[in-house]
C-alpha cells in the first residue's frame, strides 16, 4: 500500500507543476525519480525552457506547519525546506524556491529576491534571511518568457 505522505506529496507536486504551466504557458514537469539523478534536483522544472527557467523548486505540503517558533528554535520545517533547496539549487546553478502549504491553506513560496510585494513576511534568524508569501502574489514578479501576466 502507497505511502499517504507520498501520495499528498506527489499530488501537490502535480498542483504545482500545473499551476505553473497554466500561468506561464510553458510545460513544467515533475523532475524525474525525485531528484535523485546526481544533474537534476528539485521537484518541478521546465525541460523546454531550462536555462531560461530562474529557479529550482521544491513543493512540500504538510498536514500542519508550526509558524510560532521561527524566531525561538533553529530546528523548524520553513528553515529545513529552505536548507533542502539551497542545497539542490546549488547543483543546479540556479535559485532557491520553495512552494508550500498545510492542510486547509493556500499555496506559498518562500524565495529571497527583492520583488516588491505587497504581503510578505521577511525572516532573519538562525543565519537564514528568507521571504514568504503567497504563489499567486509572487508568480507575476518573475521574469519569465511568455509571463504575459504582468
Not at 540556479?94 to 525572516?123: A, T
Request: aromatic share 16%.
Amino acid at each position: 500500500m502507497a505511502n499517504p505522505s507520498k501520495i499528498k506529496g506527489s499530488a501537490y507536486e502535480l498542483k504545482i507543476k500545473d499551476i505553473l504551466t497554466d500561468y506561464f504557458k510553458e510545460k513544467f514537469e515533475r523532475v524525474p525519480l525525485s531528484g535523485s539523478l546526481s544533474y537534476l534536483k528539485g521537484d518541478i522544472w521546465c525541460p523546454t525552457k531550462y536555462t531560461e527557467w530562474p529557479y529550482t523548486i521544491e513543493c512540500k505540503h504538510y498536514a500542519e506547519l508550526d509558524f510560532n517558533n521561527l524566531l525561538t528554535a533553529k530546528s523548524n520545517d520553513l528553515f529545513s525546506f529552505w536548507r533542502q533547496a539551497e542545497e539542490e539549487a546549488k547543483v543546479m546553478q540556479k535559485k532557491p524556491l520553495v512552494c508550500f502549504r498545510w492542510n486547509r491553506s493556500k499555496d506559498f513560496v518562500i524565495f529571497q529576491e527583492d520583488f516588491d510585494l505587497d504581503n510578505q513576511m521577511h525572516i532573519k534568524a538562525f543565519g537564514f534571511d528568507i521571504k514568504i508569501s503567497l504563489l499567486n502574489d509572487f508568480l507575476p514578479k518573475i521574469n519569465f518568457i511568455n509571463s504575459g501576466k504582468k
